[in-house]
């Protein structure tokens, strides 16, 4: 932090960007017995570098760096399907809330005529109107995203009258109206054709400054002749004002319709202007404008609720009808959140409620006209303004005031009458502050005011006659009174007694009565505490007394001055998660809740007796915390204080912002950064309020913000779904018409088709989608399902992509659903069909081949088994033969040689029978 004009110790804030480091110094050496090392961590802990910043409306900025082709932001328009539309002085851009398309004339006949954008309009059709300054008229198909142009010709009267287009208007459907710089044009959006209208009274090269639609056969014009009402079917002219008051002399600059009154811009006016009755209302007037540069005129104008926004050459005008208040919003090159430019060129009101700023240096949006949550900071040489930009102590007092306690001393705000009145140091005034770093504040049963310093020690504020004074009380007993001299937390007691944790004297009490303010030091026993620097303080339900140290843990005293410590153990995931505790807490229901540098932590069961007793004896006590970290959605590690609101929850100051804690879901509801209207993300210690109204005060780096927590009401608007791009192994997939040659196109764009295709051999997808909603788009969460892969819907965070690998050929459904900064979801989400075309080989030909060849093989199997069936058939049929052939000749030889042995056997007979009778007869 540097030093500020209001700052004598500015070489304490030089060194705070150092001494950050200091925190974790303290976690690896837990002991500091030296003032100087409390001194430094006093610095690292609450340290922040200052910011001025304006109150209320706040700018998100947009510009070439964030790929906006050119900062000087002519039109603004929202189309149909959710996207902006940006015409800028060098070419056109869609964005969704993630990323920049951008069109640009790159020398084809299909691409912008002309890359200085004037005015934009959405036809009935869908089709885009871009008017160009010297290019003529473009009409953008936005699904193919090709350009068809109309031009002036000088030898064609039923071309544009001027190429260079100042005004765009529909009316009736498909008609448009162009507003040139040589007149009125006609066009017929259906066939083309183009008619001027150069007649009544409007003479030619006269500008036509404003256009807008009356009734069906009316427009209202301005000329040098005033305010026009031109009606379409008969070409007349009337002169319904007279242009001595709004004429071309006046440079009116836009017309609006609103119910019976016409709402003329001029250049140094905004007038109503009643019809029947003639008479006029001048709703803001620059002349009248506090504050206003002399030069200022007014360009564009908007009308959202009770809120009139006037863009002009020098700032944007805000009045607000329900106070009747008018301020001018202006660029401050120290605040980050200040108008980008004060040349503003356009204005529109978005769907989701945020309103865009087009400027000369980029593009701004503000989320909410009327942020529930305020902001106060330190503005440089502004004495209704903080007295510096950190917050570090905070207190209210009997009267409703704030106490803002700062590096560079107090200011006391009234928020009843918005006044400002600054404490500070004098080394000239005894009765001054004693040190300008206001570390602590409290106030007791009786309300005296007591304020604790860095290197200034306890104050006693008193205030007379509307005059404050301070006294100091010193340290009594201490070898080193130095000690004492650095008050970081101040808790009230009973019977006039304070309690005092001071860096370096260990825990301190102040007697209101006598004035005396006596310490008890580390003594090595159980008598005093164990760590001398001590951060916070907490008395608990039964009088013990509970002691944030910066290293050694959380300390407890018992009403007899006994002193015990918990202490983190790595090897306990029940103990406490830091031995660097920074705040504590006892909830309704006697848990003991603890802020450390590594997150959060409860007690598993409310406080007593039993457990107590165990750490004064310095008894183990296992699995004591539950712990909560990141995985439960803090932000950020380092808890600087625990505020309850009154209706159930705890607010946490972090690092990283602000964060909403549901106790009974045990989980962070909701985040506030400065999206939400903070003045900065990191906050400090001791910063923070409930008021008696249930005003919730919260300081930091950059300043107090405040708010009732009633009054936080969510979006309620879920974000529109749209796809929005295509890669095929992370290369962009472009339109067919922008890039005819390229191997694979999309033949619209992907928000506008239903069904995808896609080829076996694209491996490597990638999908990209956007929640349309822009109140902190940044903040858009998402979450996707693929239907026919994964029936499970898989959270991607902010995240707005999904790659998906080697898909199998098929049909799937890609379905995505978008919640916005708030997490209200879209559960209808976007859907889109996929089909993985399968390669060759899986095809149905191929199928049909595959069966083919399998028949094929089949009856070739079957006939070459049929032959060999045949075969061995025919072999065993010839082996049959033969067989028979052998039995026949064995059987013929056989009967041949019986027939042989018989004869033979018959004669032997005979012979043997002759003989044995005897011989021949």
Not at 380 to 403: C, F, K, Q, Y
Request: hydrophobic share 40%; glycine share 10%.
């Amino acid at each position: 932090m540097r030093g500020s004009m209001h700052d004598p110790n500015g070489w304490i804030h030089d060194a705070c960007v150092a001494c950050k480091f200091v925190v974790l110094y303290v976690m690896v050496r837990p002991c500091l017995s030296d003032v100087k090392h409390a001194c430094l961590l006093v610095l690292g802990v609450i340290c922040a570098t200052a910011h001025g910043q304006s109150g209320g409306i706040r700018f998100h900025h947009l510009d070439n760096t964030d790929g906006l082709p050119q900062n000087s932001v002519n039109a603004i328009l929202e189309d149909r399907h959710g996207f902006m539309w940006f015409g800028t002085q060098d070419g056109l851009c869609r964005y969704d809330g993630h990323t920049f398309i951008t069109y640009r004339n790159d020398g084809s006949p299909k691409s912008l005529a002309n890359n200085y954008v004037w005015c934009m309009l959405e036809a009935s059709d869908g089709s885009l109107w871009i008017g160009t300054f010297g290019g003529g008229l473009d009409r953008l198909d936005p699904g193919t995203g090709r350009f068809a142009h109309h031009r002036h010709h000088a030898d064609n009267p039923a071309s544009l009258s001027s190429d260079r287009v100042l005004g765009l208007l529909e009316h009736p459907a498909g008609v448009l109206w162009v507003r040139t710089s040589k007149g009125l044009d006609r066009l017929d959006a259906g066939n083309g054709s183009i008619t001027r209208y150069l007649k009544g009274g409007v003479t030619e090269d006269e500008l036509i400054g404003a256009i807008a639609a009356d009734d069906e056969d009316h427009l209202l014009l301005q000329g040098a002749a005033g305010l026009l009402r031109f009606t379409l079917s008969t070409g007349h002219i009337e002169v319904v004002r007279p242009g001595n008051a709004s004429g071309s002399g006046q440079g009116v600059t836009s017309l609006a319709r609103d119910g019976q009154h016409i709402v003329v811009l001029e250049n140094r006016a905004l007038l109503r202007f009643d019809r029947s009755s003639g008479a006029e209302e001048v709703l803001v007037e620059s002349e009248a404008l506090r504050d206003a540069d002399p030069r200022i005129g007014f360009q564009c104008s908007l009308i959202k609720g009770d809120h009139l926004f006037i863009g002009s050459t020098h700032g944007l005008v805000v009045r607000d009808a329900s106070t009747g208040t008018t301020r001018i919003l202006r660029h401050r090159g120290d605040d980050p959140t200040s108008l980008a430019d004060d040349h503003i060129l356009a204005l529109h009101a978005g769907t989701s409620g945020e309103i865009w700023v087009g400027t000369r240096n980029g593009l701004d949006r503000i989320d909410r006209v009327e942020p529930p949550v305020r902001a106060l900071t330190h503005v440089p040489g502004e004495t209704n303004s903080l007295i510096h930009a950190s917050v570090t102590a905070l207190l209210e007092d009997g009267r409703g005031r704030i106490w803002i306690g700062t590096p560079s001393g107090i200011t006391i705000w009234d928020p009843a009458v918005r006044s400002f009145n600054h404490l500070r140091h004098n080394s000239r005034e005894p009765a001054s502050l004693s040190a300008d770093y206001v570390l602590s504040m409290s106030a007791d049963a009786e309300g005296r005011i007591l304020v604790g310093t860095l290197g200034g020690g306890l104050n006693e504020a008193v205030e007379q006659e509307g005059m404050v004074r301070f006294k100091r009380h010193h340290a009594q007993g201490l070898a080193d009174p130095r000690r004492a001299d650095i008050v970081h937390h101040i808790l009230p007691a009973t019977n006039s007694h304070t309690w005092l944790a001071t860096g370096g004297a260990g825990l301190c009490r102040f007697n209101a009565l006598d004035g005396s303010l006596t310490c008890q030091g580390t003594t090595g026993t159980s008598d005093g505490p164990s760590h001398p620097y001590l951060f916070s303080l907490l008395e608990d339900d039964a009088k013990h007394l509970w002691m944030g140290t910066a290293g050694g843990g959380l300390l407890l005293r018992d009403p007899q001055g006994r002193f015990g410590a918990l202490r983190h153990k790595p090897e306990d995931m029940g103990s406490i998660n830091a031995d660097l505790v920074l705040c504590a807490y006892q909830d309704k229901d006697g848990h003991l809740w603890c802020g450390t540098v590594n997150g959060l932590c409860r007690t598993r069961s409310p406080l007593n007796d039993t457990m107590r007793h165990a750490i004064l004896d310095a008894r183990p006590l296992e699995g004591l915390f539950q712990r909560y970290g990141r995985a439960e959605g803090l932000p950020n590690e380092v808890i600087y204080g625990i505020q309850p609101d009154g209706a159930g929850r705890l607010w946490l100051t972090t690092n990283a912002g602000l964060v909403e804690w549901d106790p009974v879901l045990s989980k962070a509801a909701r985040i506030l950064d400065t999206g939400d209207g903070l003045p900065g993300r990191e906050f400090n210690q001791n910063a923070f309020l409930l008021a008696r109204d249930g005003t919730l005060y919260f300081g930091g780096a950059n300043g107090l913000c405040s708010f009732r927590p009633e009054d936080l009401v969510a979006n309620q608007r879920p974000p529109i779904v749209r796809f929005t791009g295509l890669a095929l192994f992370n290369e962009p997939v472009p339109l067919r018409d922008a890039s005819p040659d390229a191997a694979f196109s999309l033949e619209r764009a992907l928000h506008l088709l239903d069904r995808l295709e896609l080829a076996w051999h694209h491996r490597v997808v990638t999908i990209t989608f956007a929640g349309l909603s822009f109140i902190a788009p940044e903040k858009n969460t998402y979450r996707y399902q693929l239907e026919g892969f994964d029936d499970r819907w898989t959270e991607t965070g902010t995240r707005n992509d999904v790659t998906f690998t080697n898909l199998a050929p098929g049909d799937y459904v890609l379905r995505v659903q978008a919640a916005n900064n708030d997490g209200v979801w879209n559960e209808e989400g976007a859907a889109l069909a996929i089909h993985i075309i399968a390669p060759p080989w899986m095809r149905w030909y191929a199928f049909v081949g595959y069966a083919l060849f399998i028949v094929g093989v089949l009856y070739a199997l079957f006939r070459y088994r049929l032959r060999e069936v045949r075969r061995e058939a025919y072999t065993v049929a010839r082996i049959e033969r033969a067989r028979q052939e052998d039995r026949e000749r064995f059987r013929s030889r056989s009967a041949a040689d019986f027939h042989d042995e018989a004869g033979a056997r018959i004669t032997r007979i005979n012979l043997y029978t002759l003989d044995w009778c005897g011989g021949a007869p």
